[in-house]
């Protein structure tokens, strides 16, 4: 299976800073990259699919890049809802993996 | 609006077997796959379980290959999961996803499951 590793485990920045998470693939992944957002005691939701291409009504600040066996989720300007939980996630082979997830905290 | 919406919490004792169950609206259920992805308390998500609403075909997490029975009924939109032998180790939420090409898109609230004698 295609183990996806993410990095930092957590992330400290400051509000209106720029995040970069990244997302590393065991295995080319192509571009059946999608990244998730999950805030505590909700559903997670999806942001980011194909990679690069966003969801329907996600922010214009979450952007993703990448292919084969690297990944970035970039959040321009970080705001105090953007302190959560996100995750990547393949879907090129089965079965589907998820990487462990990267907290992004207020510095 | 689409939807998918989950069957309660159970509380269930080690060794026996479980079945959340998933109503979708608001879309063509048929033209989708439906996936099983759960949360440990605390922990991150797992995947481990795909069905396709048109053919029925599946794949497994091969951890839970064994253990997970799948099933969809086209003519209530209603997609099923069920899992045997229960662990401890299985108390978690549950979640069925809307899972086509472009990630998974559409969530259930989550159904939580305890495992406890």
């Known amino acids: 299976e295609i183990v996806m590793t993410q990095s930092p485990a957590t992330l400290s920045v400051s509000p209106g800073e720029r995040a970069t998470l990244s997302c590393r693939a065991s295995?080319?992944?192509?571009?059946?990259v999608a990244w998730y957002q999950q805030k505590p005691g909700q559903t997670p939701r999806l942001l980011i699919y194909?990679?690069?291409t966003r969801a329907t009504g996600i922010p214009a600040r979450f952007s993703g890049s990448g292919s084969g066996t690297e990944f970035t989720l970039t959040i321009s300007s970080l705001q105090s809802e953007d302190f959560v939980v996100y995750y990547c996630q393949q879907y090129n082979k089965w079965p589907r993996t998820f990487g462990q997830g990267t907290k992004v905290e207020i510095k | 609006q689409v939807q998918l919406v989950q069957s309660g919490a159970e509380v269930k004792k080690p060794g026996a077997s479980v079945t959340v169950s998933c109503k979708a609206s608001g879309y063509n259920f048929n033209l989708y796959g439906v996936s099983w992805v759960r949360q440990a308390p605390g922990q991150g998500l797992e995947w481990m379980a795909w069905?396709?609403?048109?053919?029925?075909?599946?794949n497994y997490a091969q951890r839970f290959q064994d253990r997970v029975i799948m099933t969809i009924d086209t003519s209530t939109s209603t997609a099923s999961m069920e899992l045997r032998s229960l662990r401890s180790d299985d108390t978690a939420v549950y979640y069925c996803t809307r899972d086509n090409v472009k990630g998974m898109d559409v969530w259930g609230q989550g159904t939580t499951v305890t495992v406890s004698s």
């Open positions: 194909g990679a690069f």
């Open positions: 069905i396709s609403a048109y053919t029925g075909n599946t």
């Open positions: 295995q080319s992944a192509s571009t059946d």
